[in-house]
């Protein structure tokens, strides 16, 4: 969901935009979404909820990943506001 250059490409990025856009959900850890400075990298896994939802949704909490004892993958936790 970033800009292709990690991972994925635009043209694919696009498409998923496009298909959230489509069935009324939004991408809430998309990098423009997502606080500076809580991972090292931007993360690979994304959480998508409602379009309705977007303007009390935030990311709240994240740690990278730790192959060792967990996972490869980063997680995060995403706070919904209501």
Do not use: Q
């Amino acid at each position: 969901m970033a800009d292709g250059r990690r991972y994925g490409s635009k043209l694919g990025i696009a498409a998923l935009r496009t298909a959230f856009s489509s069935v009324g959900v939004f991408c809430a850890t998309e990098p423009e979404r997502f606080p500076a400075g809580l991972l090292p990298i931007l993360p690979i896994d994304h959480i998508a909820l409602p379009v309705e939802w977007a303007n009390i949704t935030s990311v709240v909490a994240a740690w990278p990943a730790d192959k060792a004892n967990l996972s490869d993958h980063s997680g995060m936790v995403v706070e919904v506001a209501v």
